[in-house]
């Protein structure tokens, strides 16, 4: 069972639709979760960080939390070509480990 | 603030060759990453350094890889020999680990190819 789990698309939504990227982890004490956000070809951008259960907002980003599901989302509002990239789900786990998802690549039609 | 230096920024060589990476992380920051990600696959963790200490290096293929933490600060990755699959990106990533927060900045990257 892969640690963290997430399908890697594409999805293909239209402009200024909401995105909506989900993940799914296996350990059920990880305590820490982050959306990472890599353009083609750049290294991965921390956009948003959520350690309690419930939402988070930032701008067009809200991070969604719910262990008792051992489940986390990213929606993304009012989405804009400039989004469609690779989103990793990365949660944190004892002893500092991070694990990274696959990704799920995120295409937004104008 | 300085992000996190990483160089050579592209490497190719010849299979059995070896090749090094530097890492500077940012200034403060006591954890130190380094991840191997493959096209279309997300950033395995090689090695994680806490100050001097190496905190998990599970995944590190001992047999050819090897990383040190100089003084807690720089790091360097080498591949000695290196094989075709060792093609990918190397990723240095270090946080300033606050309670539960292990959020991470990662360098622009490594692309190695080995032919």
């Known amino acids: 069972q892969k640690e963290v789990e997430q399908n890697s698309g594409p999805l293909s939504v239209p402009e200024g639709a909401i995105a909506s990227l989900n993940c799914t982890y296996s350990d059920r004490g990880s305590q820490s979760f982050f959306w990472y956000r890599q353009y083609s070809g750049k290294s991965p951008e921390l956009i948003m960080s959520?350690?309690?259960?419930g939402d988070k907002e930032d701008g067009r980003f809200t991070a969604q939390l719910n262990k008792a599901s051992q489940y986390v989302s990213l929606l993304i509002r009012d989405s804009q070509p400039s989004d469609s990239a690779t989103y990793l789900c990365a949660v944190a786990g004892g002893y500092q480990k991070v694990t990274f998802g696959i990704g799920t690549k995120l295409q937004v039609i104008p | 603030e300085a992000g996190v230096a990483q160089s050579p920024r592209y490497k190719i060589i010849e299979k059995r060759q070896s090749v090094a990476f530097w890492c500077n992380p940012i200034?403060?920051?006591?954890?130190l990453y380094w991840y191997q990600q493959i096209l279309g696959q997300g950033p395995k963790l090689l090695i994680q350094?806490?100050?001097?200490?190496?905190?998990?290096d599970s995944q590190l293929p001992k047999d050819r890889f090897s990383a040190e933490r100089l003084k807690g600060v720089d790091s360097t990755l080498k591949i000695q020999p290196a094989k075709l699959e060792d093609s990918a990106v190397y990723l240095c990533?270090?946080?300033?680990?606050?309670?539960?927060?292990?959020?991470?900045?990662f360098g622009p990257g490594t692309r190695l190819t080995v032919t």
């Open positions: 200034s403060g920051h006591a954890t």
């Open positions: 990533a270090s946080s300033l680990v606050r309670g539960k927060s292990y959020e991470q900045y």
């Open positions: 350094f806490q100050n001097n200490g190496v905190v998990d």
């Open positions: 959520i350690y309690s259960n």
